[in-house]
């Protein structure tokens, strides 16, 4: 089992920047890719950024491309999600998500067995 907690989340203006954060516990180490992904009231859920965790290689949505950094800190078994130029469309629950899959479509969230308990972020206008 792993255990996600995110945090960081709240109210910016557009154009501002918020950093969201990701503490992972428990059996960590099976863990293969870890993914932000975001809600919208009335909208499904949708994939932000992955990234592999071995190797750091990542992934983004288009909308968040320039905007956004996911990173990760293996030591501390951390991730990130570095937003800046925010705009009031990325108002949204943000969570947090991770697998042991090693081979894995990274934009599907069925994809991810493990998720946080989510963080507001809103934009406004």
């Known amino acids: 089992q792993v255990q996600l907690v995110e945090s960081g989340g709240g109210l910016v203006q557009a154009g501002g920047s918020l950093r969201l954060s990701c503490a992972a516990s428990?059996?960590?180490?099976?863990?293969?890719?870890m993914a932000w992904f975001r809600q919208a009231p009335g909208k499904e859920r949708e994939f932000v950024a992955a990234i592999r965790w071995s190797t750091g290689f990542t992934w983004y949505v288009d909308s968040v491309k320039g905007r956004f950094t996911i990173s990760r800190d293996n030591a501390k078994n951390t991730m990130s999600l570095q937003m800046n130029n925010l705009k009031p469309e990325d108002t949204a629950v943000y969570y947090c998500?991770?697998?042991?899959?090693?081979?894995?479509?990274?934009?599907?969230?069925?994809?991810?067995?493990?998720w946080g308990q989510g963080t507001q972020v809103t934009v406004s206008s």
């Open positions: 998500a991770a697998t042991e899959k090693t081979s894995i479509v990274v934009a599907t969230a069925s994809q991810y067995g493990y």
């Open positions: 428990g059996r960590t180490s099976s863990t293969s890719f």
